[in-house]
């Protein structure tokens, strides 16, 4: 089974920037929809970005919109997600995850990821 493993976190004040890296093991990832979801500390996990498995399509939360930008190298079996303009609401731990079927749809949905990330802790100081 596919496993992935975030990278990238830290401590950043507000208005500074983060690139998450999410790696798969195997080339599984190459023809399924990939996501970024976050948890906050007493909050339930919530989506952040999805792209499709050609990285030509992308959908994101609204309260990340023109900050964020989701992306993915293929041959690297690597998903990225470049975080701008951070602010301390965005203080969570980013999971990536691996969408259930091969040519899947974009979702915002957690049921529709197989396989998830052990996570990284983005931590944006005010």
């Known amino acids: 089974q596919v496993q992935l493993e975030e990278s990238g976190g830290g401590l950043v004040h507000a208005g500074g920037s983060l690139r998450l890296s999410c790696a798969a093991s195997e080339s599984t990832f190459l023809n399924h929809v990939m996501g970024w979801f976050r948890q906050a500390p007493g909050k339930e996990r919530e989506f952040v970005a999805a792209?499709?498995?050609?990285?030509?399509?992308?959908v994101y939360a609204e309260s990340v919109q023109g900050r964020s930008t989701i992306s993915r190298d293929n041959p690297e079996r690597t998903m990225y997600l470049q975080m701008n303009s951070l602010k301390p609401e965005d203080t969570a731990v980013y999971y990536c995850?691996?969408?259930?079927?091969?040519?899947?749809?974009?979702?915002?949905?957690?049921?529709?990821?197989?396989?998830w990330g052990q996570g990284t802790q983005v931590t944006v100081s005010s």
């Open positions: 995850a691996l969408g259930k079927v091969p040519w899947g749809l974009l979702s915002r949905t957690e049921n529709e990821y197989g396989t």
């Open positions: 792209i499709s498995w050609s990285g030509r399509a992308t």
